[in-house]
């Protein structure tokens, strides 16, 4: 619950702000970083599992609508699970695996069993740079990711041999996020 204001401000009325002013400079293309998380198309069956999964599909929202109303040079890239040197956030999986790894401490993991699209960051870099030059994809929105799934279990376990470490993998220490989307790039 402590997330959703933050969150809401941070990704959704950002977005809008960047819209709004690109579209009144005439801004020649705009590539907003959308996330797996969102959900594809949402029904009434269809709920975004987070408040960040929340901001990112409304910010797609304003995006295919901006392109729509607007004619504002628009493209979403649907980035999934990135991975590389310099991720600030220690908290996400690689990082935190990686550092505890190293120093021989348990690390407390939910089940590992979500199938995840992993991407490496300079890939994501160019997929980026390729959307604000390519052609026709305006008011779309596409996928940045590999296609192939591997789960957060086998991950963490080639972290752990490439680690060469004993360190304790406490998998089903903590509880799956409800409603997680496992769903690979197209």
């Known amino acids: 619950l402590d997330a959703v204001v933050p969150t809401f401000t941070a990704n959704l009325t950002s977005t809008v702000n960047l819209l709004t002013a690109a ?8 590539v907003l970083a959308g996330s797996l998380e969102e959900p594809e198309a949402l029904t009434a069956d269809d709920v ?5 999964a929340a901001s990112k599909w409304a910010s797609s929202a304003y995006a295919r609508m ?3 109303l607007y004619e504002t040079p628009v493209t979403v890239a649907r980035i999934f699970r990135v991975y590389g040197p310099q991720q600030r956030d220690t908290n996400k999986l690689s990082p935190y695996a990686i550092r505890s ?19 490496f960051v300079e890939d994501v870099a160019r997929g980026l740079l390729a959307l604000s030059r390519a052609q026709g994809v305006e008011g779309s929105s596409l996928d940045l990711g590999t296609g192939v799934l591997t789960s957060v279990r086998e991950v963490v376990e080639q972290l752990a041999q490439l680690a060469g470490t004993a360190a304790p993998l406490q998998f089903g220490a903590l509880p799956d996020r409800p409603q997680e989307q496992v769903r690979r790039a197209d």
């Open 23 to 30: 579209t009144r400079v005439g801004c020649r293309r705009i």
């Open 48 to 52: 975004p599992s987070s408040p960040y």
């Open 66 to 68: 901006f392109w729509q």
């Open 101 to 119: 790894l190293l120093a021989g401490e348990p690390l407390r993991l939910s089940s590992g069993t979500r199938a995840v699209d992993w991407v």
